[in-house]
């Protein structure tokens, strides 16, 4: 469900940018103008909910151009319309009245009574759309909400005329428009709006049960059907190719509306033996829909189609399944520096200042892990006399655990559960190839954001901007 848009058409930059920020906090979707012109494109390219109209003394005029301009497109959805007045007459209040105003701002604005009208506005714009939707349906929908949608779902899995007399089973089926977000902000709700149209019109002439037809969001409508479970799908594959094989519904060049529909069957029992309720088969039919979506859209899904699927990923679930053959290899750092046990201190230091890294391994003459040194030991002894000149493996840390590439996740984490090392060394043939810490593993689980990606204040170069933050940062003393 998109948040309430909101179009301010206001000459001050002040109050344009104090109600942007106001009305951003409470949650509205906000666009700004200052020309008629300005104005005109947001109004035809990101049709507002709401508008907020200059109507000072200086742009009295412009405000009310505007005004004239949205109530001459008949074709578009209803726009609430706020003037903004300073010093109101009688007169000029009437006459804004008759031209389309619905309702008046005095400024300078009052916070509380701003938030308020615009609820006022919310009510009237939920009031006109379902007038709209009726008007294009030829008044033969009323739509139910979610709420009663269940109700009546309820009364017909528990009536036994309907169960035990129909030729068929009950069904719930959902039909959602396919990325809808996206097409209304490239195309426009009357683009979509005659999709939504032949929607209904299948839906009302297939209903075997009158006023049926549920609205659960602006782009997904639930039916409940009686028939036979190929008839039912037939349904569906009717309402699909209504739109998506109609070139009415092609958008530019490219772009198409396409549906996916959710259907879940509720079992052929009698009134006094069934125990399936409205609420879990409507939430049988939202799990199918969900499947459809998730296969790309353009798709019809019946409940329990993927049940191998399901308890793949139920089995999945269990225990140590998930990772059973994720190895050390998969999810280690790779560690592709290393240095050389007869490394100085000082060259040490100054890999430590070219990678950042805070620990690094290192190798004997074969190139076979020896040990371990961080960069904390190396900075210690950097602060001693002539400390830089003193070879690597002097404070390098030789009691490093070490595991084979091939090792499992699980014994992974079994090792760190029981034994708690800061840091695990992954070795090919001997060779250190990466590094895994108990905070790299949690890493694996966390959700990754743009500010995961974010620069640190101390490097601010464009490389340091794209680091992700190092997964190894320990010390191993």
Known sequence: MRRLRVLLVLE????????????????????QAVTFDQAMLEITTARPDIVILDGTSANTATGLDLVRAIESDRQADFIYKFLLVHEPKSAELIRAIELGVDDFLMQPIEH???????????????????????????GAVRLLNREGFIQLLETQLNSPHSLQNAKGQIACLLVSIDRYQRLQTQHGQMQIEPAKQAILSQLVTNAKIPHSIAELNEHTYAAITIGELADTLALA???????????????????????????????????????????????????ALRQAIQSGGNSIVQFGQFAEEEAGWAELATTGKLFEYTLARDIMVPSSLSLNHRDTIAQAAELFQQTQLRALPVVDEEGKLAGLLSASAVQSQLAKPNGGNLPANSVMTVDVVSFDEQTTLTALIDYFTQES???????????????????SLATLCEQLTTETFAGTPEHSSLLAGLVVPNLCGVDAE
């Open 421 to 439: 090392p800061l840091v695990i060394v992954i070795v090919n043939k001997g060779r250190p190839t990466g590094l895994v810490t108990p905070s």
């Open 12 to 31: 001050d930059s002040s109050t344009l940018r104090h109600c942007t920020r106001l009305l951003q906090v409470f949650g509205f979707d906000v666009n």
């Open 237 to 287: 594959e009717t309402i699909c190719s209504q739109v998506t094989e109609h070139a009415a519904f092609t958008l530019g060049a490219t772009d198409r509306i396409t549906l996916s529909i959710g259907l879940a069957f509720a079992p052929n029992q009698t009134a006094s033996e069934s125990t399936h309720s409205a609420t879990a088969l409507l939430d049988q039919a939202e799990h």
């Open 112 to 138: 509380g009574e701003l938030l308020s009208r615009l609820r006022t506005a919310a009510r009237v714009l939920e009031y006109e759309r379902r007038l709209e939707r009726q008007r294009l349906s030829g």
